[in-house]
């Protein structure tokens, strides 16, 4: 009975109804916080008039100039091999042929070419190269970095090691290697090889760079007697690389060319003064429509460079980024695509650090210049000339006005 | 062994301090977000009191210890710690989002001096500027803004009090009113990602007084409290892709005085009632730059509540009350104006109107004191006034908000204090 009246009496209702309440608020402001927030623009009207409006603006290019520079090739995938109107290329290789490697008991040794286009068929001729290169600098005129070659497109001997037609999606030469005397061994191990095109056209041939290391790259097969069996022996490739020249650029002098293999290069530049230095750039789309003088891919990639050195004092020594600050694909096949690239970050850049980061403007190339040769022209004027479209917005207004 | 309620509550009241605790701790903990979809606008939403016990009755501000001539009854050193928390439901359009926001709510100290006067102190929000807001996403726009608001307008005050005949006491406080926001304008570029985030900071200080006073009987209590017109310093800092864009501005806000009343009644030893009002006539409100004075546009603003407590025991009160206020600042919406070529964005000012149901209960702790415990819903709502115009988005705003206070209460006078409105 006591018990009964201790339930009923009035501290412990009110201690049950304190407890309901608690248990009833508490929960309900769990589930409240800890639902997630989602981004939808719920009160933005109440910023809206502290927002000033976007702004667009079209600059054409205040500054345009283009060069040609001969650049190491050695990283592409690709080696060209032969000459067409545009261009004249050969490839040189070095294998890593050990000089300890014994002679006697070698029955054959051949050179194993791969290449991409099948239908293709190229002559060629090898000769031992004369001087040593290495495969970050060598290009047409220079053996590496520092040195140039003794003649622009290397320094051969005249002897013959190897020729043929190159057909098919690979191909098998005779390599001289065995009956030379020790000099002109060391001479091929030391400085590889050149192999030179004999016909016209021009065909790929796979690299040993990249995923191409084992099964398509450039090697010797020899085959030797060992133990009264024929076995056989690969030698990889150590590095190789394209020398390209152009022949002809068939273009004007004062055309805006970008192209791969001999790099050509477009400087640019735009006035972004006009631009506020508080302002954020939305959008800043550098468009153009090239017209495609030559190519050997059907999409080809430029980049974007931003200048570190004035072009106009330093012309086409002036230094730029190495890693290109923006790229786009452009279709030869689509006569109507205009080439589009984002440079947002870069106008950011001129436009709110212009003390700095100086506008020395923005060099146009190849991405990469090792990429499969093409060649584009691009307007200086008119409606397919280089314009920069930008479109920003200027800081908030003040809380208080 | 079988547990009996003797037991249960025999564990509970030894545990309720450190249950109490636990539960501050909580409410203090919680994620951070942001607080109303409206405080980007004026000085941001007025902070409620920041004592459970007023919220619970709909927070009569007058009978709380912001009315520095409240404090009849104070028999001993008291403070109260209160954590506050807020959800924000916002639906504008066809969108709704929910934001959250936990901080300290506010600290309160007093004590008794001899012949009848009080010392009294404390630190208190006035006004809140939290808030989070997304832009929309234009398809002309590859673009988002993202602002964050943090901050508000805080009072630290000191005062004194004198009790006369144990019904009446005036008394006086001074608030060194100080604070800061920062917004931080996120730019993100939708297609790469980029960021880039404009901010601004305002610091602000003032120096305000504060009279009050009460009459508190069994029965009947009646109390008030006047703020002086304000003039608030407010200077600006901005800095623009994290460099400093211009030098600081400097803002003479001024704000006009505020008035706040609030009767209660206790006709049974279980029963009371209470209503207050608080007027805020801010219509005159200004700025200064440069020595150039506007006006800010504020509105004349009021707050009225009624409330109720019922003690279901000596230890165990519940309380409930209704809210109607009018914000002092108004919420804008856009139209297009045709008559213009191009067309113009007409911005179209419209009021916030907020009503609120409160309830709140409190749990003692023995030889300690209390803990308070409120939960509010508030309904906010502005709507453009109908116009020919065609209207440039969602021509109205409404937010639901989900408030829980807690207030740690230290006195050990706390069975006594439910007899009396404020101490």
Same mark, same amino acid.
């Given at each position: ?169 690979? +191909? ?17 191990? #030391? ?81 972004? #003064? ?110 397919? +000339? ?16 | ?60 501000? +007058? ?244 409330? +109720? ?115």
């Amino acid at each position: 009975m006591k018990e009964l009246k201790s339930l009923v009496s009035p501290p412990r209702i009110g201690a049950r109804v304190v407890l309901c309440l608690t248990l009833c608020i508490l929960p309900a402001a769990i589930v409240l916080f800890s639902s997630s927030c989602n981004t939808l623009p719920v009160g933005y009207d109440q910023l809206r008039d502290r927002v000033s409006g976007a702004a667009d603006t079209t600059l054409p290019a205040d500054s345009s100039s283009s060069y040609a520079r001969y650049v190491p090739l050695g990283g592409s995938s690709l080696l060209y091999l032969g000459s067409d109107t545009s261009y004249v290329a050969r490839l040189i290789i070095r294998f890593s042929i050990l000089d300890t490697m014994s002679l006697d008991s070698i029955t054959s040794f051949q050179l194993v070419l791969h290449q991409p286009d099948t239908a293709r068929t190229m002559g060629l001729i090898c000769r031992p190269c004369s001087s040593q290169w290495t495969e970050s600098g060598v290009s047409w005129q220079m053996a590496d970095s520092f040195d140039h070659w003794l003649t622009p497109g290397g320094d051969f001997l005249s002897d013959t090691l190897a020729t043929g037609i190159m057909t098919g999606d690979s +191909a098998v030469f005779d390599f001289r290697y065995v009956g030379l005397d020790s000099a002109l061994r060391a001479t091929i191990r #030391d400085c590889g090889i050149g192999i030179f095109p004999l016909d016209t056209g021009i065909v790929a041939i796979y690299a040993g760079t990249g995923s191409n290391t084992t099964t398509t790259a450039p090697r010797l097969l020899v085959t030797y007697t060992n133990k009264g069996k024929q076995t056989q022996r690969v030698v990889n490739d150590a590095s190789d690389a394209s020398l390209i020249d152009t022949v002809a650029t068939n273009s004007q002098p004062f055309d805006l060319l970008v192209g791969s293999g001999v790099a050509f290069r477009t400087w640019l530049t735009f006035n972004v #003064d006009s631009i506020p230095s508080s302002a954020t750039i939305a959008r800043a789309d550098l468009k153009f429509r090239p017209e495609t003088k030559y190519h050997r891919t059907d999409t080809i990639n430029l980049g974007v460079h931003r200048l570190t050195d004035s072009y106009i004092l330093k012309g086409a020594s002036a230094r730029f980024e190495t890693t290109p600050l923006a790229t786009a694909s452009y279709v030869p096949a689509d006569s109507d695509s205009v080439v589009t690239i984002d440079i947002r970050s870069l106008v950011q850049l001129w436009t709110s650090r212009e003390d700095t980061l100086p506008n020395y403007g923005l060099l146009l190339e190849a991405a990469p210049e090792w990429s499969p040769l093409f060649r584009l022209r691009i307007p200086r004027s008119g409606p397919n +000339a280089p314009r920069l479209e930008v479109q920003y917005v200027l800081p908030p207004e003040d809380r208080f006005r | 062994m079988r547990l009996t309620i003797g037991d249960w509550r025999l564990a509970s009241m030894r545990t309720r301090p450190v249950l109490a605790l636990g539960l501050w701790l909580l409410a203090s903990a919680l994620p951070c977000c942001a607080q109303s979809f409206y405080n980007s606008r004026g000085l941001g939403e007025v902070t409620p009191a920041g004592e459970a016990r007023v919220a619970g009755l709909a927070e009569p501000s +007058a009978l709380s210890t912001l009315n520095p001539g409240i404090f009849v009854g104070l028999n001993q050193t008291s403070f109260h710690v209160t954590a506050l928390a807020v959800a924000a439901l916002g639906t504008q359009g066809s969108n709704t989002r929910l934001l959250q926001d936990a901080r300290p709510g506010a600290f309160n100290v007093a004590t008794p001096l001899p012949l009848g006067a009080r010392l009294f102190g404390g630190i208190n929000q006035k006004f809140s500027q939290d808030f989070d807001v997304w832009s929309e996403s234009l398809s002309d726009t590859a673009y988002r803004r993202h602002i964050i608001g943090r901050g508000g307008i805080y009072a630290l005050r000191a005062g004194l009090a004198k009790s006369f005949f144990n019904r009446v006491c005036i008394g006086g406080e001074y608030n060194r009113v100080l604070g800061g926001s920062r917004e931080n304008w996120r730019f993100e570029a939708e297609n790469g990602g980029a960021t880039s985030t404009d901010t601004i900071e305002v610091d602000y200080a003032g120096n305000t007084l504060k009279l009050g006073g009460s009459y508190q009987d069994r029965f009947f209590s009646l109390a008030g409290y006047y703020e002086p017109p304000l003039s608030l310093t407010a200077r600006r800092y901005k800095r623009v892709h994290g460099v400093i864009d211009d030098t600081a501005r400097l803002y003479e806000i001024s704000l006009p005085e505020s008035y706040s009343l609030a009767a209660a009644a206790r006709p049974t030893d279980r029963i009371g009632i209470d209503l207050g009002l608080t007027v805020y006539p801010w219509h005159d409100a200004t700025i200064t730059f440069n020595d150039t004075t506007s006006s800010l546009g504020y509105r004349n603003a009021w707050r009225g509540s009624i409330g +109720a407590e019922y003690e279901i025991d000596s230890l165990h009160p519940i309380r409930v009350g209704y809210s109607q206020q009018t914000w002092y600042y108004n919420a804008s919406f856009y139209e297009f104006d045709t008559t213009e070529q191009p067309s113009a964005l007409v911005q179209v000012p419209s009021s916030i109107s907020e009503r609120g149901v409160h309830i709140g209960t409190s749990i003692p702790i023995p030889k300690f004191g209390a803990l308070d415990l409120s939960g509010e819903i508030l309904y906010r709502s502005s709507q453009a006034p109908s116009s020919d115009l065609a209207p440039a988005g969602p021509t109205s705003l409404g937010e639901f908000a989900g408030r829980l206070m807690l207030t740690l209460s230290y006195s050990e006078a706390w069975a006594k204090r439910t007899r009396r409105w404020g101490y």
